[in-house]
Nanobody, 120 residues
């Protein structure tokens, strides 16, 4: 029904930047909210940032002022601009789509995850 394709992860030095993208395709009528979560080794998955259909954003305290979430509704794509990256940002980043209307039904979706490694 709906496929998510994440891209943009990689290895970056501390202080560097990366931009993650997550594009959704399929019979999508609407998406309530889109977001990014991350999971570091040995830790639970945690919220990074979310953005609603009216562009209301929410950020984890640990990334405020460094990360920016945005979305392109026409492309069903969510972005995460990550600046001033720190080693503690190292994790697998997952995009999340909340309350996606597909053929009259509502679903939530997770991306496959993309690795972000911050290291010198």
């Amino acid at each position: 029904q709906v496929q998510l394709v994440e891209s943009g992860g990689g290895l970056v030095q501390p202080g560097g930047s990366l931009r993650l993208s997550c594009a959704a395709s399929g019979s999508i009528f609407s998406i309530h909210a889109m977001g990014w979560y991350r999971q570091a080794p040995g830790k639970e998955r945690e919220l990074v940032a979310t953005i609603t259909s009216i562009d209301t954003t929410n950020y984890a305290d640990s990334v405020k002022g460094r990360f920016t979430i945005s979305r392109d509704n026409a492309k069903n794509t969510v972005y995460l601009q990550m600046n001033s990256l720190k080693p503690e940002d190292t994790a697998v980043y997952f995009c999340y789509l909340d309350r996606v209307v597909v053929d009259g039904s509502i679903y939530d979706y997770w991306g496959q995850g993309t690795q972000v490694t911050v290291s010198s």
